[in-house]
């Protein structure tokens, strides 16, 4: 059984930042992409960004520039997205997945920007 286990989030100002962490437990010997969705209150649920098995990264319009996603080296099924220059229109339930066997998801993590 694979579970995602998401960490981060939480309540930061306008300009700030905030780092997301999404890794996956159980037998996973690889994914063929891995991310993160993000759902704002009456919203529908939009891909943010993810990483691919071989590497390439995919980003949404509105968060290029200011939010990295990255793998981690050690721990090839953990990979995290560094946001930057988080704006108001950033709040949302953030919403990691993995693409392996099937779609997996985390359990989602607030993010919050105050202006």
């Known amino acids: 059984q694979v579970h995602l286990v998401e960490g981060g989030g939480g309540l930061v100002q306008a300009g700030g930042s905030l780092t997301l962490s999404c890794a996956t437990s159980g037998r996973v010997s690889g994914f063929d992409s891995m991310g993160w969705y993000r759902q704002a209150p009456g919203k529908q649920r939009e891909l943010v960004s993810r990483v691919f098995g071989g590497g390439s990264t995919d980003y949404a319009d509105s968060v290029k520039g200011r939010f990295t996603i990255s793998r981690d080296n050690a721990a090839e099924n953990t990979v995290y997205l560094q946001m930057n220059s988080l704006k108001p229109e950033d709040t949302a339930v953030y919403y990691c997945?993995?693409?392996?066997?099937?779609?997996?998801w985390g359990q989602g993590t607030q993010v919050t920007v105050s202006s």
């Open positions: 997945y993995a693409d392996i066997d099937t779609r997996y």
